[in-house]
């Protein structure tokens, strides 16, 4: 298999200043005439062949500066024509089938309407082109399809004109022309047309200029937009207010799809999403997914400036527009809620996803090196993690530096398609920080340990703080430099509960020490505070400190870690024996006292209380043992689960009964209430189980809104009983037909905690509803499965069939949504020696098939590794 370095770059020999594209649409036969004016490109190599690519699709005619000529070939499956010039003009013909598109790349075909995905490259799987993302080009576009099949045709920047041609186009057509001045890559063309209703609004930008909004979806689907629309203003005067930036079209549509690959892409103009990103009323959405809506809107949105005006050389510099972006979608969210609140749910991603990633046989840094296959590279690593690299930045400089170096970096390479590197620059020279050894956090995978020893001096008073770094080794990385670590890092009097103001302190060297005077005590330290960076800290503190902070620290994040720590220390001990008899008693005391301190806390809000009470997750837990023990886990987990149950049973009825007593509205007080009224019934579960099955019944049969309703369900279906069955089957019954809904039915069940989960979701994956050719209910079923532990990781391998199966299943169908099923295999190195042979004999057995996808098998030959 071919792999790309990233060393390898070269320049576009030719570039495309112009294109036009003119499509006749069908549903199974469209066809696409493209003309390129192209132009060697000076600063290229001065070769004689222009090479085209595309992918699955044949020309029906070429012709070259008006002539029909032979002097193309195609070469695999790129076309590759013989030039003599230095400009010509290149017209070529294909035709394509989007309703057999089920790769859901390039055009295709969603429920009767066309649409197109072409990041990273699915443009070559339209038409022949430099699909690279430094070839921009002014995009021309005349669509013409059946009025009746398709009475809106959609492509990026303005309508120009719209007319009926039947001579030309054929009885019962009509046509629309849309032009694009601004110059893109491939990747962010777009068109859709379908049957569609628009809900329509207007911002009105920093300029005065009166911008016109829309939001397509299908007819009937209009009432559930409101969320997403009052997302997107909000965005844009966020995006004016906090960066400077500005809209710079007359329209921005969005249209939303119910067969999506990913969440949503910023397509120039048009950005096309996954509905479960748009649709939302309180009926039928979580207020999990008013956040999601919130954040993916604002995100698409915020790649108009970090993406599209700026775009990306090439797709290893992929961290430069989804780093930054996720970043500016994470600060948007905050400024919108609970800051606190938003960063500790970014923090449990990050820990949950990414430190797996970085740890196990698929990690790599947050711009690659090498890749085979470029879908694989959508990472937590470079998404997440690429916005805590810039976050540090924005610890280091302050927010008002920070932004000199933006605007010093959309300033310099807007209508450039730039790197890392250039990012980096721009912020050094902008903000006035020097990012030379930071430059590393470019380079190097894997997650930073830092080791943190306190030494104190009595009778000077003097704290001497030595921390340690160590990178470790992954995949083609053995040895590691140190990178600078930004630790905000408060020191506390442990008589008076406070500290003498935070530092930033910058580990930037394998060991450093930081001396402070000042203390006739030991202090009690807060480090890492607000998770400045992407770092564990690997000393255990003593769990009197760690009860200390969570009382006191005065950084919501800190006192919310404290907690964690508290949790992780004495369930780890646990799992490797070293926590047993009265240290057992001890730990779980002191967790107790933790959790009813949190409860009784009257200065805390609600929203903020939820996200206390949530433990730490198994994969998270697993994390910290060099030997993942699944079963011994999910054990220990769910018996400190059940034992604060019965010792806070009381507290834990009252606060059902008070947050059961609020009203629906989407207040944060009201919000609160509602995460803490199921986070009640989850310790209630498995303490008292009869109990807890008639309030989960209570609030399903009272539910006013999708999160109650949910929340409640997620309680029944991990216990057993009539009231179960008789919940999943009045949900279903109340929704069918609504594909959103119906896919949390899916995930309720493969995700539960019910230890028939794994039967249940063999089940499902034959009943009626269960489609492999949707995404969306692929991953609700088997996405909550493989995230399940005691179901996939079943002593009997067979969990791990079951996803292998599928991935062997779907590959032919959707192989970049196949590939994403290789991870959770992929952690056999870790587990135990029962599992981790299941797991690995799944692999090579997949590794086996001789037709497996370039996504799929670079997946399962890098897990072997
Ligand atoms: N840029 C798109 C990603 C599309 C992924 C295709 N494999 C979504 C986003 O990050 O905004
Ligand atoms: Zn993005």
């Known amino acids: 298999p071919a792999i790309i370095q990233r060393k390898d770059y070269r320049v576009p020999e030719w570039l495309v200043p112009t294109i036009d594209l003119d499509f006749a649409l069908k549903l199974d036969a469209t066809r696409v005439k493209s003309t390129l004016r192209v132009e060697r490109n000076p600063h290229g190599e001065q070769g ?23 002097s193309w070939r195609m070469d695999g499956s790129d076309l590759v024509i013989e030039l003599d010039g230095d400009k010509h003009e290149i017209v070529i013909e294909t035709t394509l089938d989007p309703a057999a598109n089920s790769q859901l790349s390039g055009l295709y075909a969603s429920n009767g309407m066309l649409c197109t995905q072409c990041e990273a490259e699915g443009f070559r799987r339209i038409t022949f082109f430099p699909d690279r993302p430094d070839v921009l080009s002014r995009y021309a576009v005349r ?64 300029s005065g200029r009166k911008v016109r909004l829309a939001i397509y979806v299908r007819p009937g689907d209009e009432a559930r937009t409101g969320h997403a629309m009052e997302s997107l203003k909000a965005a844009m005067k966020w995006d004016e207010d906090v960066y400077g930036r ?153 927010l008002d530096r920070f932004r000199r170096g933006t605007d010093l970096y959309f300033e310099r390479h807007d209508g450039e398609a730039a790197t890392c590197e250039d990012f980096v620059k721009a912020i050094e020279d902008g903000a006035g920080l020097d990012l030379k ?24 008073g003097e704290v001497r703080l030595i921390l340690r770094q160590t990178v470790p080794a992954t995949p083609g990385q053995p040895d590691k430099a140190p990178m600078p670590i930004p630790l905000r890092t408060a020191l506390f009097d442990r008589m008076s509960g406070r500290h003498g103001g935070e530092q930033t302190l910058i580990l930037d060297d394998a060991t450093r020490e930081f001396s402070f005077t000042g203390f006739a005590e030991p202090p009690v ?45 004495h369930l780890v001990g646990v799992v490797n024996g070293s926590v047993t008899g009265a240290a057992l008693d001890q730990g779980r005391a002191a967790i107790g006292e933790a959790f009813e301190a949190i409860l009784d806390d009257r200065a805390l809000d609600d929203l903020m209380r939820g996200e206390f009470v949530i433990l730490p997750g198994e994969t998270y837990l697993a994390e910290q043992l060099l030997v993942n023990e699944p079963a011994a886990i999910h054990a220990a987990r769910e018996e400190l689960k059940a034992w604060l149950g019965i010792n806070l049973g009381a507290q834990f009825r009252a606060l059902h009964d008070r947050c059961s007593a609020v009203p629906y509205s989407l207040s944060p007080e009201a919000r609160g209430s509602r995460k803490l009224k199921t986070q009640a019934l989850v310790y209630l579960a498995p303490a008292d189980p009869a109990e807890a099955i008639r309030r989960a019944k209570a609030q399903f049969d009272g539910a006013d809104n999708m999160t109650d309703r949910q929340g409640a369900l997620m309680v029944l279906c991990g216990l057993s009983g009539p009231e179960r069955e008789e919940a999943l089957a009045a949900f279903h019954d109340r929704y069918a037909g609504n594909a959103l809904v119906i896919d949390k039915w899916f995930s309720l069940q493969a995700g539960s905690l019910n230890p028939k989960a794994l039967e249940h979701t063999k089940a499902l994956a034959d009943h009626p509803d269960f489609n492999l050719a949707n995404p969306n209910r692929v991953r609700s079923l088997y996405m909550a499965f493989a995230a399940n532990p005691q179901a996939f990781h079943d002593a009997s391998g067979e969990g791990y069939r079951m996803i ?6 779907l590959d032919p169908l959707n192989s970049s949504t196949a590939a994403r099923f290789v991870t959770p295999l992929g952690r056999w190195k870790r587990m135990e020696p029962g599992r981790s042979a299941l797991m690995k004999a799944e692999l090579e057995r997949l590794a086996a098939v001789p037709t497996l996808s370039r996504d799929t098998r670079e997946q399962v030959s890098r897990s072997l590794d």
């Open 143 to 206: 669509l013409a399809g059946d009025k009746a099949k398709f009475p809106v045709l959609l492509a990026n920047g303005n309508e120009v004109a719209r007319g009926a041609d039947p001579e030309r186009d054929g009885p019962g057509t009509h046509w629309a022309e849309w032009h694009d001045p601004w110059p893109k890559p491939s990747y962010l063309f777009a068109l859709v047309a379908g049957e569609l209703v628009a809900n329509r609004s207007s911002f009105v930008t920093l």
């Open 246 to 398: 500005e809209y710079d079209l007359d329209d921005f549509n969005i249209v939303a799809v119910s067969d999506f690959n990913a969440g949503a892409m910023e397509n120039k103009g048009l950005n096309i999403f996954n509905t479960r990103y748009i649709l939302a009323d309180p009926d039928t959405a979580t207020d999990g997914d008013y956040d999601a809506i919130e954040g993916v809107v604002a995100h698409e949105y915020f790649h108009n400036w970090s993406g599209n005006r700026v775009t990306c050389r090439d797709w290893f510099q992929l961290s430069l527009k989804e780093g930054f972006t996720v970043l500016r979608d994470q600060q948007f969210s905050a400024a919108m809620g609970s800051a606190p609140v938003k960063r500790i749910e970014d923090v449990r991603v990050l820990r949950g996803v990414q430190f797996p990633e970085d740890s196990g046989p698929l990690a790599h840094p947050i711009r690659p090196d090498s890749y085979q296959e470029i879908s694989n590279f959508y990472t937590a690593t470079v998404y997440n993690k690429g916005a805590e690299v810039i976050r540090m930045m924005t610890v280091m400089a302050g």
């Open 437 to 460: 050894q930071f430059r590393r956090w470019y380079e190097q995978a894997g997650t930073p340990r830092v080791e943190v020893e306190m030494r104190h001096d009595a009778t000077s």
């Open 48 to 70: 004689t062949t222009l090479r085209l690519n595309g992918d699955g699709i044949t020309a029906d005619s070429v012709t070259v500066d008006g002539q029909s000529t032979n």
């Open 804 to 809: 292998a199966d599928l991935i062997e299943t």
């Open 525 to 569: 330290l807060s480090i890492n505070r607000g998770f400045s960076a992407p770092v564990a800290i690997a000393t255990p503190t003593p769990a009197e400190d760690l009860l200390f902070l969570a009382r006191h620290d005065d950084d919501p994040f800190a006192r919310y870690e404290a907690m964690q720590q508290l949790v992780v220390q």
